[in-house]
């Protein structure tokens, strides 16, 4: 059914747009887009450097990506947070689908994942305090040494210095 013009009428309750990706438009897509390209680019050799991962570690390197990964798509997601406070969650949800859609292995379902858990950690926290994060992610291995507190401090630095990044690049 349509119209008198000939326009096709969408049935009562259903949404006007395909997909949460066609209602973002100008600057909400151009920063999807632009965090896309950038987390499609992302070096994590920084962090395993500083959590202290190997190349030859193959098994804790690969499941610190993840992590990594994860936290990298929820610092994105409090900087919109900040950028764009009507547009956000459908921007992060948007992401996420067209992420899961890209990426239809294992992993990747991994990093949304962990990305929902990062989020939800740094949410109540906001971009005050990277502490707790940081904390989590050395929680992966067991650090008897004193070197805890300077490991903590030096990812907390980082995570800061890659939320700046992100925040920077929005748009």
Not at 29 to 37: G, Y
Not at 56 to 74: H, I, K, S, T
Not at 133 to 156: E, P, Y
């Amino acid at each position: 059914m349509g119209h008198m013009d000939g326009t096709p009428v969408a049935p009562a309750g259903a949404s006007p747009e395909k997909t949460p990706g066609e209602a973002l438009a100008g600057t909400p897509r151009q920063a999807l887009d632009n965090f896309a390209a950038l987390f499609e680019d992302a070096d994590f050799t920084v962090e395993l450097d500083c959590l202290g991962v190997g190349r030859m570690q193959f098994l804790r390197r690969r499941q610190m990506l993840l992590e990594l990964r994860g936290l990298y798509v929820a610092l994105w997601r409090l900087a919109l947070a900040r950028s764009f406070p009507q547009d956000a969650g459908q921007m992060f949800d948007t992401f996420l689908q067209e992420y899961k859609a890209g990426h239809k292995d294992r992993t990747g379902a991994q990093v949304l994942v962990r990305a929902r858990e990062y989020w939800g950690m740094l949410e109540p926290m906001g971009d005050g305090d990277f502490s707790d994060v940081a904390r989590h992610l050395t929680s992966f291995f067991a650090q008897a040494d004193k070197g805890d507190k300077s490991v903590n401090l030096k990812l907390v630095l980082h995570i800061r210095k890659v939320y700046k990044l992100i925040f920077d690049r929005l748009i």
